[in-house]
């Protein structure tokens, strides 16, 4: 069942001579429950096209679903109001606010929508995670792995439709790395989390199920793993 779908997106920057075309025409879908990456060199489009998925930039011309929805056509309460509920993004540098404790960090989008915690899914979210010892911890507290697993705790919380990660893995080591990688494996094999991962590691992109390659702000590739 397809949850994404972007069609013929284009992004473009500037005017004249100086008019810089960061996407050039791109298109494809998700389905639920999938696990794929993109790659590309730097400069190939890789983080425009996230930003416009995530809804923290809007296309020059094309459209983006998620769940039937017209993300691109969004006002901008409405998007912000969707996009804390219905994708979950992840990034390099973790995004935690340092005044707040872990729970608090985690529990963060749902406060923000004035919600009632769901205390079931943040169990299950924080021990899967091996987060229930840090929960009253402030990230200053916490290694820069565990950091990212806050992160990624806090981008499931909602169990959005879909995680969009733009290079978690790149202020980690690699013993870091790889348990991250690990922990969106888990969230999609275990809950079904539909990811898109965003990175330009090669051997990191191999753990997706799917892989797009972009170049020039087009796709080049597109291949299932699997």
Known sequence: MEILRCSHLKKSYGSGSGKVTALNDVSFSLERGSFTAIVGASGSGKSTLLHMLGGVDR????????????????????????????????????????????????????????????????????????????????????????????????SLIYHPAILLADEPTGNLDRKNSQETIELLKLSNQRYGQTILLITHDEKTALEADRIITLEDGKIVHDEVTG
């Open 59 to 154: 296309p020059t011309s094309g459209n983006i679903y998620i769940e039937d929805t017209d993300i691109s056509t969004l006002k901008p309460e409405q998007l912000a109001a969707f996009r804390r509920r219905k994708v979950g993004l992840v990034y390099q540098f973790y995004n935690l606010i340092p005044t707040l404790n872990v729970r608090k960090n985690i529990l963060l989008p749902v406060l923000l929508d004035n919600q009632k915690p769901d205390e079931k899914r943040f169990q299950q979210l924080t021990e899967a995670l091996g987060l229930t010892e840090r929960l009253s911890h402030l990230p200053s507290e916490l290694s820069g792995g565990q950091q990212q697993r806050v992160a990624i705790a806090r």
